[in-house]
């Protein structure tokens, strides 16, 4: 296999992961398990190659052809458009971005949003424009993880946040006011790929949407 | 404090290699337009705003850098060429016969934020054919892109060819409120298909038109795919589009580019300005088309002139990006020849220096006087080919690599040098 037949498909750490890996062994094009591809980072499988980033580089890896095919959260892609095509939602990975106060906050709905509201958040870009199109004033702090502690330590009024079960915010004393979202795994492709290595790439991408189409 | 060595994020100076593959890229680009009877003019980097709102989407005019100049007006730099090129057309070359073809090469500025490998300045070469409608000039032109892309040395490469006609006819034919159908367009332009198939879901008319719409990625392919796609739409746009391609295609065929191009008809371009035949060229392995252009009918009548165009621009900086990584790089040409001196050496250096380049050398003077060791070291940091080091009016010692240094008068080197003799 040259690399020219070969289709490189960009799957992220964390949440998604396992998903992933169900999906490619379910497609039949590569059984994978977390462990040997945390140790390589880079597997070769007959037909495809499987390359494992962190989720927010999925995008970057598509849209500069390093990748031909990506699989990410839609949360991931509402923060960095780009130039690839969204073509499946894989109906996995389910999960809502909310806004998120503490328990004793006095805000609720719009009504009750402070003049300037300020919140914390890994999405700043999605969570401006939200909140930019319901014409409020947003201060945006963005932040790399525990997001959940900004409120309880007056850092900020609320949080944007993803959030599956709801669990961890109930853990923080946090309740959800508005969704913000919803998001499940997406398969997106490099623009170019789709035109000059078709064959290949339409051929892994009929596998795949049809094995997520069992799977849900 | 430490000035920026780096430049401004975004923004990137080209090192020797760089700069001459581009510049080569450049003037192979150039002459091929010109051999299609292209002239050259170079438009201004600075354009009034008032004249770049004719020609530009509100995306394009947002990633403008603007200022004021010294009268109050609100001017810009450019983003792209071809609007200055239609006030050209309009203005200054009003009285010049139309069809026109023009070409231009020059950078063009961005304000977006250099994200990983993203640049604000980026350089376009590109071609117009002002006044010249139908196929023959569409074929034209994309036959001129894909020579362009042989001009500049890149060995694989293929043309898509679209029609946005066709995607206007199915945007009339499906049943759809309106504002559904802006939002299938938002979706379409963001290459949202899941946000796509989910609008085109919830509606309870089901033509063939959603079917293809649905399935836009994938219609592409060879002259087949004007059948399969004609079988499937009933409008009368699209069905002109695709006979319109079909002889398009023909054409191509005869210019003898038949077995590079693809007919592409889910290309995606922005419809509000292209009226016609599109294309896109691609590269080997590079995520991004390298050229792209096609007909645009109704920009000409906002500056004033009405006419039918089309034009394609090349990006420069791909180009360049993919010789670099080709298999076998262009490197820098090499110098020919150093010449050293030293005492009364220093005229039949200069008389050398000047012998040499009129016989289409590279030679370097040095300047400043050195012996014999230290001739050398200058000799090969300046990595020429030849060292000819001048010590008196008669006679100068040549040294060239794996051989001995030979004495002879400076003529006769300059004699052997220019015969390819060594």
Not at chain 1, 1 to 16: F, H, Y
Not at chain 1, 88 to 104: E, N, T
Not at chain 1, 134 to 144: D, N, S
Not at chain 2, 322 to 331: D, F, I, K, Y
């Amino acid at each position: 296999m040259t690399r020219d037949d070969q289709v490189s498909i960009a799957i992220p750490t964390g949440a998604l992961l396992n998903g992933a890996l169900s999906l490619l062994a379910a497609s039949g094009l590569a059984r994978l398990t977390a462990e040997e591809l945390g140790r390589q980072l880079l597997l070769e499988r007959g037909e495809v190659r499987v390359i494992l980033v962190r989720p927010s580089d999925v995008p970057a890896y598509v849209d500069h052809g390093a990748a031909d095919l990506g699989i990410v959260g839609k949360d991931i892609l509402w923060e960095t458009p780009g130039s690839h095509y969204e073509l499946v939602d894989l109906r996995f990975g389910d999960c809502r971005l909310v806004l998120a106060v503490p328990d004793s906050s006095t805000v609720d709905g719009p009504d009750t949003w402070p003049p300037l509201m300020r919140v914390a958040t890994k999405y700043p870009r999605t969570s401006s424009a939200w909140f930019e199109a319901r014409g409020q004033a947003v201060e945006v702090v963005r932040l790399h993880g525990s997001v959940e502690l900004a409120p309880q330590v007056g850092l900020v009024d609320g949080i944007v946040d993803l959030t599956a079960t709801g669990r961890t915010l109930r853990e923080n004393k946090l309740r959800i006011t508005a969704v913000l979202g919803s998001s499940t795994a997406r398969l997106i492709a490099n623009q170019a790929s789709l035109k000059t290595r078709s064959a290949a790439v339409q051929s892994v991408l009929s596998r795949l949407r049809e094995a997520s189409g069992r799977a849900g | 404090m430490t000035p920026q060595l780096g430049g401004v994020p975004g923004f990137r100076d080209l090192l020797p290699l760089e700069a001459e593959i581009l510049r080569e890229a450049q003037e192979s680009l150039l002459a091929e337009m010109r051999r299609w009877g292209y002239r050259h003019v170079i438009t201004p980097l600075v354009e009034n705003m008032d004249v770049l709102d004719l020609g530009l989407g509100i995306e394009q005019r947002r990633r403008l850098f603007k200022f004021t100049d010294g009268r109050g007006d609100v001017v810009a730099l450019v983003g792209e060429r071809t609007v200055p090129v239609a006030r050209l057309v309009a203005g200054k070359l009003r009285a010049a016969a139309l069809p026109l073809r023009l070409c231009y090469a020059g950078p063009v500025l961005s304000t977006d934020e250099g994200r990983f490998q993203q640049r604000r300045e980026t350089y376009q070469v590109g071609a117009e054919l002002v006044g010249a409608s139908g196929p023959v000039a569409d074929a034209e032109v994309i036959a001129l892109a894909a020579r362009c892309m042989e001009a500049t040395g890149i060995r694989r490469y293929q043309i898509d060819v679209g029609h946005a006609e066709f995607f206007h006819g199915i945007m009339d034919a499906v049943k759809l409120p309106d504002e559904v159908k802006s939002a299938v367009r938002a979706a379409l332009a963001a290459r949202d298909f899941v946000a796509l198939e989910s609008l085109l879901e919830g509606t309870p008319l089901k033509s063939a038109e959603h079917e293809l719409l649905l399935r836009f990625p994938a219609l592409r392919g060879g002259p087949e795919i004007l059948d399969a796609a004609g079988g499937l739409v009933r409008n009368r746009r699209s069905e002109a589009a695709l006979s319109e391609l079909a002889q398009v295609r023909d054409l191509l065929v005869a210019h003898g580019i038949g077995d590079v191009v693809n007919l592409d008809l889910g290309a995606i371009r922005d419809f509000d300005y292209y009226t016609g035949v599109i294309f896109e060229g691609y590269g080997p392995d590079f995520g991004r088309p390298v050229a792209q252009g096609g007909r645009y009918d109704s920009l000409l009548s906002r500056f004033g002139r009405p006419a039918p165009a089309t034009g394609f621009m090349v990006q420069l900086d791909l180009v360049s990006e993919m010789l670099t990584r080709s298999a076998r790089p262009p490197a820098l040409p090499r110098i020919d020849a150093a010449v050293a001196w030293t005492g009364s050496g220093l005229d039949t250096a200069l008389r050398l220096g000047s012998t040499l380049r009129l016989f289409g050398m590279r030679a370097v003077v040095d300047t400043e006087s050195r012996g014999v060791a230290e001739a050398k070291a200058w000799w090969h940091a300046v990595g020429a080919a030849n060292l000819i080091h001048c010590r008196s009016k008669a006679v100068v010692s040549w040294s060239t690599q794996g051989q001995r240094t030979r004495s002879l008068p400076p003529e006769q080197v300059a004699a052997r040098l220019a015969g390819g003799l060594s």
